[in-house]
């Protein structure tokens, strides 16, 4: 293997490990209700986030099964593929915030609560930089998870918020 290939997959998990959590945080400050939600759904019984995600999972594949087959097509998959993958790993944020708040419990609330979901980000893609296991193994699982937070934060019962979440405040200049 050439040292051009290495270094290419080398940017590729450094990426990887940048962006996700880099998401996470975009989805914390974008769509705080819904982060708030995942992180309840996946405080509860993660098997059956594991099950209801096998659902939108197994019809993405079946999707792109189906769509591969016909050129025109394919492009259009992979885009399906892909918003489907990144609304998953928005329900994943939900179980990184869970995280860096069991591990970091002075950042569950206030103007520094961001900061669990960062930290948590973190112990999650450390997770995923194991080699083989977490590559090919755990970040699907991620996936699944993520699908199935989502799916079990959208149907389930839709209860207030314990605090209000501070907006960013955006200056009118």
């Known amino acids: 293997m050439l040292f051009s290939q290495t270094f290419f997959y080398l940017l590729i998990g450094l990426g990887a490990a940048l962006g996700i959590p880099a998401m996470w945080l975009f989805a914390r400050a974008r769509w705080p209700q819904m982060i708030e939600r995942s992180k309840d ?27 591969s087959k016909f050129p025109p097509i394919a492009v259009p998959s992979l885009f399906i593929v892909g918003l489907i993958i990144v609304w998953s790993l928005m329900g994943a944020a939900g179980l990184a915030t869970q995280v ?11 103007d520094e609560a961001w900061r669990s979901t960062w930290k948590g980000g ?19 699982m991620l996936v699944v998870f993520g699908a199935g937070i989502q799916v079990r934060a959208w149907f389930g019962q839709k209860k ?7 907006e960013p405040v955006l200056s009118e200049n």
């Open 41 to 67: 759904v996946s405080s509860r019984n993660l098997f059956v986030s594991l099950l209801m995600g096998l659902i939108p999972t197994g019809f993405t594949i079946l999707i792109v099964v189906t769509m």
């Open 100 to 110: 860096g708040e069991k591990l970091w419990p002075q950042y569950t609330s206030g």
């Open 122 to 140: 973190q112990v999650i893609v450390g997770c995923l930089m194991i080699p083989f296991i977490g590559w090919f193994f755990l970040l699907m």
């Open 160 to 166: 207030a918020i314990k605090e209000p979440i501070n």
